[in-house]
């Protein structure tokens, strides 16, 4: 597989490029992209091959899920099969923005998207690019951490390009992304638990739902 790279203006994308991208995702294609943490693949989650590409793209262990980029509220719900209290507090609260949310999956999502587990990582972006390939495509995204499984995140289209090229199909290249990579929070139990802390912390989460 040869991956092409083309250059991109994170915060204010073209047409052209939106529509290369989204025509690649459409086709089964995994794509390398700029967020607003580091850079993500990015691929169609309701495309089985696709998602077969995504987990050989990165190594990535069978029973790992794959995260999910949602456009709002209401896309969120259509992916899980139900949201707590606890879920709608920390997205209202929260998104767009650095924190990913894990709930149950509804029927709707392939099984090996949720690592097998029937639960999904969801997250809504403040990325430009990002919303407007959600907007392009409407449909939800798979938005996993640009890298091999075990290595670090990808920070630069040029780095994603030396690590991953032949693994992806497209690389966007939008120079160097400093933000920082998202917490990860799982309200599919009675309690609460931060599994990864990332740009949000763990005990301004628990004010939040403290406050609540």
Same mark, same amino acid.
């Given at each position: 597989?040869?991956?092409?790279?083309?250059?991109?203006?994170?915060?204010?994308?073209?047409?052209?490029?939106?529509?290369?991208?989204?025509?690649?995702?459409?086709?089964?294609?995994?794509? #390398?992209?700029?967020?607003?943490?580091?850079?993500? +693949?990015?691929?169609?989650?309701?495309?089985?091959?696709?998602?077969?590409?995504? @987990?050989?793209?990165?190594?990535?262990?069978?029973? %790992?899920?794959?995260? =999910? +980029?949602?456009?709002?509220?209401?896309? #969120?719900?259509?992916?899980a099969a139900?949201?707590?209290?606890? @879920?709608?507090?920390?997205?209202?609260?929260?998104?767009?923005?650095?924190?990913? =949310?894990?709930?149950?999956?509804?029927?709707?999502?392939? =099984?090996?998207?949720?690592?097998?587990?029937? %639960?999904?990582?969801?997250?809504?972006?403040?990325?430009?690019?990002?919303?407007?390939?959600?907007?392009? =495509?409407?449909?939800?995204?798979?938005?996993?951490? #640009?890298?091999?499984?075990?290595?670090?995140t990808c %920070?630069?289209?040029?780095?994603? @390009?030396?690590?991953?090229?032949?693994?992806?199909?497209?690389?966007?290249?939008?120079?160097?992304?400093?933000?920082?990579?998202?917490?990860?929070?799982?309200?599919?139990?009675?309690?609460?638990?931060?599994?990864?802390?990332?740009?949000?912390?763990?005990?301004?989460?628990?004010?939040?739902?403290?406050?609540?």
């Open positions: 597989m040869a991956t092409d790279l083309i250059e991109v203006d994170v915060e204010n994308p073209s047409p052209e490029a939106i529509e290369r991208a989204g025509a690649a995702i459409l086709r089964g294609k995994v794509i #390398a992209v700029p967020t607003d943490a580091l850079y993500a +693949l990015v691929a169609d989650p309701l495309n089985l091959h696709a998602v077969a590409k995504v @987990f050989t793209a990165k190594g990535r262990e069978p029973q %790992r899920s794959l995260p =999910l +980029l949602v456009s709002d509220l209401l896309m #969120a719900e259509d992916l139900e949201l707590s209290a606890r @879920f709608y507090i920390l997205a209202r609260r929260y998104w767009p923005g650095p924190l990913t =949310l894990i709930v149950p999956a509804s029927a709707r999502v392939p =099984l090996k998207v949720t690592g097998n587990t029937g %639960r999904l990582a969801l997250r809504q972006s403040k990325s430009r690019l990002l919303n407007a390939l959600l907007e392009k =495509l409407d449909q939800p995204l798979i938005c996993t951490s #640009a890298n091999i499984s075990g290595h670090p %920070r630069s289209g040029i780095e994603v @390009f030396g690590v991953m090229d032949g693994r992806v199909d497209l690389v966007l290249d939008g120079g160097l992304c400093v933000g920082g990579g998202a917490t990860t929070v799982d309200v599919t139990e009675p309690y609460w638990r931060v599994i990864r802390e990332g740009a949000v912390p763990e005990k301004e989460i628990a004010e939040c739902l403290k406050g609540s």
